[in-house]
């Protein structure tokens, strides 16, 4: 354990929240996606892809540490978990958040041609990214990481005047 704590720069207990809850929530997506290819035909199968799955994308996930570690300025390593959090947090959100905007909005996908729908929907979907992106930096205690990303990608968007 001590191992562990080093290696992610953990100083404090509290701090392996993180790595705790980004293994249960690989855990959960790797069972969740096992389930929608495998089906309803055999739990077996299930949880043998859903570990399968599991260690694949840990490894993709430490590959991507180790790539974003030196672009992201963080402090300590465990932070760059709490900052994959918050994306998947945010991403799912902004999809269930879009959902019932749109639909309220009266957009559907009878009312339009499919294509036009589905930029209509990606387009709400990224408004409400923005907001909750930093909302959750806020709640996760990145508010500084997440605004400065946010800076960054509304200046990729060519909206740098609504910054000033």
Do not use: C, H
């Amino acid at each position: 354990m001590e191992n562990f704590k080093k290696n992610w720069q953990i100083q404090q207990n509290w701090q392996l929240l993180f790595p705790f809850l980004g293994l249960l929530i690989l855990g959960f997506s790797s069972y969740k996606l096992a389930d929608v290819l495998v089906g309803n035909i055999n739990l077996f199968l299930v949880i043998i892809l859903a570990i399968v799955l599991f260690f694949v994308f840990l490894n993709i996930t430490l590959f991507l540490f180790k790539k974003l570690e030196r672009k992201w300025s963080v402090e300590y390593r465990w932070e760059m978990i709490r900052v994959f959090i918050v994306f998947a947090i945010t991403g799912s959100s902004s999809v269930f958040i879009g959902k019932p905007i749109i639909a309220m909005i009266g957009i559907t996908k009878e009312n339009f041609n499919s294509v036009i729908y589905w930029i209509l929907y990606i387009f709400v979907g990224l408004i409400f990214y923005q907001i909750l992106l930093v909302t959750y930096g806020w709640l996760f205690g990145q508010f500084k990481f997440f605004w400065e990303f946010e800076k960054k990608m509304l200046r990729r968007f060519g909206l740098e005047r609504f910054l000033n």
